[in-house]
């Protein structure tokens, strides 16, 4: 008999502007499809994914999505309660969501960290990468994702499904790092 598996149940929280495409990130992660137009609920939704992370360890894996919530900037308390990482999402084709950032990353680190006072860990996904040239848009995000403190940043496609599981795996992992 191997020992018995651990199981780490992690909340994450998925914020950034109106249309950047969180929803499309987490359809592409749990479901592995994607589509032109999502309905905007109202309210807030989640997805859940099992993942096997290694022999020892299953992760369940809760990506909440704000869904028509992004006009008001910011989440209230009880949506940041014991979430344990979170993902900022802009769209790297519109400035406006890119200046978002900080706001969101601000938001977060004010309204929630870990038990042990420590800031949860959060990554910047630059979206849409397959509408935009990458040599600039990848060495601006890394640098701006630097400047704000997050764990990593990457350029994702949700359409092309470029980065998008690696992207929540560094997550994953900063995760595990902090159980
Ligand atoms: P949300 O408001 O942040 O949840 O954004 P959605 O996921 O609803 O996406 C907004 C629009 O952008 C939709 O029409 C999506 O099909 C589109 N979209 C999302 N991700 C991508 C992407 O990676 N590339 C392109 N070209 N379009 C995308
Ligand atoms: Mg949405």
Same mark, same amino acid.
């Given at each position: 008999?191997?020992? @018995?598996? =651990?199981?780490?149940?992690?909340?994450?929280? *998925? *914020?950034?502007?109106?249309?950047?495409?969180?929803?499309?990130?987490?359809?592409?992660?749990?479901?592995? *499809?994607?589509?032109?137009?999502?309905?905007?609920?109202?309210?807030?939704?989640?997805?859940?994914?099992?993942?096997?992370?290694?022999?020892?360890?299953?992760? =369940?894996?809760?990506?909440?999505?704000?869904?028509?919530?992004?006009?008001?900037?910011?989440?209230?308390?009880?949506?940041?309660?014991?979430?344990?990482?979170?993902?900022?999402?802009?769209?790297?084709?519109?400035?406006?969501?890119?200046?978002?950032? +900080?706001?969101? %990353?601000?938001?977060?680190?004010? %309204?929630?960290?870990? !038990?042990?006072?420590? @800031?949860? @860990?959060?990554?910047?996904?630059?979206? %849409?990468?397959?509408?935009? @040239?990458?040599?600039?848009?990848? +060495?601006?995000?890394?640098?701006?994702? !630097?400047?704000?403190?997050?764990?990593? +940043?990457?350029?994702?496609?949700?359409?092309?499904?470029?980065?998008?599981?690696?992207?929540?795996?560094?997550?994953? %992992?900063?995760?595990?790092?902090?159980?």
């Amino acid at each position: 008999m191997g020992s @018995p598996q =651990r199981e780490i149940l992690c909340k994450v929280l *998925v *914020v950034g502007d109106l249309g950047v495409g969180k929803t499309s990130i987490i359809q592409r992660y749990v479901h592995n *499809v994607f589509s032109q137009c999502y309905r905007a609920t109202i309210g807030v939704d989640f997805a859940l994914k099992i993942v096997n992370w290694d022999l020892d360890t299953v992760v =369940r894996l809760q990506l909440w999505d704000i869904a028509g919530q992004e006009r008001f900037g910011h989440m209230t308390r009880l949506y940041y309660r014991e979430a344990v990482g979170a993902v900022v999402v802009c769209d790297l084709g519109r400035v406006a969501t890119v200046e978002s950032v +900080s706001r969101w %990353k601000e938001d977060l680190d004010s %309204k929630v960290c870990l !038990q042990n006072g420590n @800031p949860i @860990p959060v990554i910047l996904l630059g979206n %849409k990468c397959d509408q935009v @040239p990458l040599g600039t848009s990848v +060495s601006n995000l890394e640098q701006l994702g !630097q400047e704000l403190g997050f764990s990593y +940043s990457h350029v994702t496609s949700a359409k092309e499904n470029v980065n998008i599981d690696m992207a929540i795996s560094s997550l994953i %992992k900063e995760i595990i790092a902090n159980d």
